[in-house]
C-alpha cells in the first residue's frame, strides 16, 4: 500500500524528529555536526561516492528522507535545496580501480573519510551511516539506518545517491550498450547479459564480475 500522505503540520513533525541525534551531540558539548552516508557500494561498475553535509540547526527541509525513499525527481529536488541551504557539504567519490585494489569496504570508508576531511567547515562531531568505520580521526558515532534517522545522515545520502546517479548516466552516454541509465551498474539480468556479450567496459569492477565471467 502506498504511505499515507502526511499534512504539513504531521511533515514537520517528523522532519523534526530526524534531529534527535544532532540534539543529543550539542547536549554533549559538540557545536558543528556532520552527517555522512555513501551511495554505490554494490554496483558492478563505477565509483563509491560518499557525501558529508553540515545543515543549520534545526532547518525544516520537508521530504527529506532515506534517498532510498524518495523518487529520482524528489532526490533532485532535495539536492538542490541542501546544496543551497547547508552550511557545508562535500561529495568524494573513489573510482573502480581503487576498489578493486583495496576492495568495495576499504574504498566505502575512503570514501566517508574523503567527503568529511573536504568540508570547508570543520565538524567537532560525525554521524556515520552503518554499524562501522575505519580512519574516522573525529569524534564520532555509527547509526544503523541512520539515513532514515537522522537529518543529517538523510541529507548525506540524497547527496551521495544523485552525484553517482548523474555520473553513471554519463557513462550511459559513453558506454550505450550497456543501458546503464536504466540499472545504475547494479547486476540486473539486463546488465549481466551486456556484460557476457560485450566484455567488461573502463567503469567496471573487475572484482567485482570474477563468478559472472568465470575467472
Known amino acids: 500500500m502506498p504511505r499515507k500522505k502526511l499534512t504539513e503540520e504531521e511533515e514537520i513533525a517528523r522532519v523534526k524528529a530526524m534531529y534527535e ?7 554533549n558539548g559538540y557545536t558543528v555536526v556532520a552527517g555522512v552516508d555513501e551511495a554505490g557500494r554494490g554496483p558492478l561498475a563505477g565509483p563509491v561516492y560518499a557525501a558529508a553535509v553540515i545543515l543549520p540547526n534545526d532547518i525544516i527541509i520537508k521530504g527529506i528522507n532515506d534517498s532510498k525513499k524518495l523518487s529520482e525527481k524528489k532526490r533532485e529536488e532535495l539536492f538542490e535545496e541542501i546544496t543551497e541551504k547547508a552550511i ?11 576498489i578493486d585494489e583495496i576492495n568495495i569496504l576499504n574504498a566505502t570508508y575512503e570514501a566517508m573519510n574523503g567527503a568529511v576531511n573536504g568540508l570547508s567547515t570543520a565538524p567537532d562531531f560525525v554521524l556515520i551511516d552503518g554499524n562501522r568505520i575505519s580512519g574516522m580521526e573525529i569524534p564520532h558515532e555509527t547509526v544503523v539506518k541512520g539515513d532514515s534517522k537522522s537529518i543529517s545522515i538523510a541529507a548525506a545520502s540524497i547527496l551521495a545517491k544523485v552525484s553517482r546517479d548523474r555520473f553513471i548516466c554519463q557513462m550511459a552516454e559513453k558506454y550505450p550498450e550497456y543501458g546503464f541509465e536504466k540499472h545504475k551498474g547494479y547486476g540486473t539480468k539486463a546488465h549481466n547479459e551486456a556484460i557476457l556479450k560485450y566484455g567488461p567496459c573502463p567503469i567496471h569492477r573487475r572484482t567485482f564480475l570474477r563468478k559472472l565471467l568465470g575467472e
Open 88 to 98: 557545508a557539504y562535500n561529495i568524494f567519490s573513489v573510482d573502480e580501480k581503487r
Open 21 to 27: 541525534y544532532e540534539h543529543n551531540c550539542r547536549d
